[in-house]
């Protein structure tokens, strides 16, 4: 058994104790919130026999092997090192950090004390992802050239909540955007030598619709897009030299794969764990039990690189956030 603590108690901090339960080598031990009573009612939802109402609270608890951070990113460094600092392994939530600088500190303090941390980029883990990085690497539609990606939601508008907050970190490009971003990381293995970008900020400051075009040199390219005003299909394409690959959205629906060759398509299928959360906790387990501090799948350098590449994206803009 692997022993969780959790820290927050908001909405994805509930989705990833829901898909934790049905894990029967994971424990959820302890929660910390920013103050008891909320920590008091996540505990007893989910059976949690230990309740702080402080962070610094949870990453003491001697029980607690590791800290699944789900609170906004903003507060992803602050809280991975308070954690990282009482000796704990880190589950941080995506996007690893508010921009680079943050994240290499993060990443820094967890090398040094010789500590597991993991960004919680929850799609790649699951079995379509694994399957279609397998179809990939085996050259299943010849060379990957383009890469098209979108993921747009309409989120309901509050100038004072975290998607049209400046103060906390709201905006499409780190909320949502770093879906696509992450997935065209996923399959180039690196970062875009060139990237043009374009964005529509709102009322608030924050930019609510943004597209991205990433040129990697030697012919390969990747058309991105998000949005928190639209309702956007929420697929990923994949065109190779042989073939393409269409991953159909909604992101949080992912099932389903169409591989098409030779004008013809094949379906495949893919059953995942509870919401799909459950895969990155057992890629956490694993990583812990063999003794490692940085996860194959989703390594330290590679969540670095994809923060460097959002900051890119913002300079161009000339967008930065007020506490930075």
Known sequence: MINWGILSTGGIAHKFADDLKLLPEASMIAVGSRNRETAERFGDEYEIPYRFGSYQELVECPEVEVVYIGTPHPFHQENTILALN????VLCEKPFALNARQAQAMIELARAKKLFLMEAMWARFTPLFQQV???????LIGEVRLIQSDYGQVMDFNPENRFFNPE???GSLLDIGIYPISMASFIYEKQPVNIQSGVHLGCTGVDELAAMIFDYG???MAILSSAITL??????LIFGTEGQIRIPGPWHQLREVKVIRKGREK???YPRIGRGYAHQAI?????LKAGKIESPIMPLDESLAIMQ???RIREIWGFKYPME
Do not use: F, P, S
């Open 86 to 89: 009482g000796n704990k392994a």
């Open 218 to 220: 030697d012919g390969k």
């Open 309 to 311: 590449t959002l900051d």
């Open 267 to 269: 379906r495949h299928k």
């Open 231 to 236: 309702q956007t299909r929420g697929e990923t």
């Open 283 to 287: 890629e956490v387990m694993q990583c």
């Open 133 to 139: 990085k397998h179809w990939i690497r085996e050259g």
């Open 168 to 170: 906390l970190g709201g």
